[in-house]
């Protein structure tokens, strides 16, 4: 036997050890995990999420969240629940009516802009009329989400990008006048992902600071039809 030779206290000592890796193997995937369950388990990040229903009946007060609203730029790498990642997509650019309008407005109801979550495992496309993610790019792609170090370690930052077509039968709006409508749309969806961190006990911040070029180039967007307007990071 290999321990043979070997005080009993060694023994222990490697079986101690043993333990304490397999200890941190776990809570290493669990700390790593993008998204967790309410519990703390690691949501399964695979080709498409299936986001939960908002919760209606939260108690989070408009007021109270107002009173709260700020920016903040510290954070932890601790992951959002699937609760929490659900309710900021939908606050951002969910379906709220049964017209298919959304909880932010948008000029002329063109909803041109398309919210992109970045995770540490992956960049997915937020579809508002399947609340579901979708994955656009796998990896950690959070340096080119900002150029801010705290985004590169919390949680969750959302890019807000615009898709020009949206105007297509609309050619007496100017390609200036379309780029000011989507940075105001955009502005509108933040601002309801800015008041549902303060209600909930969140961090978040509004950014203007991304690295656009890469994140184009992770995105595979074609830069004649689509224009990042808006960055935003959410977290604790
Ligand atoms: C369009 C826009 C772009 C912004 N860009 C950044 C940014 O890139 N980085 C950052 O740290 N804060 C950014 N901010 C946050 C502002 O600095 C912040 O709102 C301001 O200092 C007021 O502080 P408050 O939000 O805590 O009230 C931005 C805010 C807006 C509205």
Redesign the pocket.
Known sequence: MFWQGHKKEDYRTVKTLFLSLIICLLGGSVMSASITTKEGKPVDMGETITLLKPDLNSTAGLMQALSK???D?EYTSEPLTLEQVSEILWAAAGVNRDNGKRTAPSALALYPITVYAVFADGIYKYEPDSHKLTLAARGDHRDASA??DFAFVAPLNLLFIADFDKYKAHAQISAEMRKMLCGQDA?CMAENVCLYAAGNGLKN?????VKWDKVYDVLKLDTNRYCGV?AQTIGK
Do not use: D, F, T, W
């Open positions: 609203r700020q920016s730029r150029m801010q502005a911040v509004v950014r203007g600071s808006l």
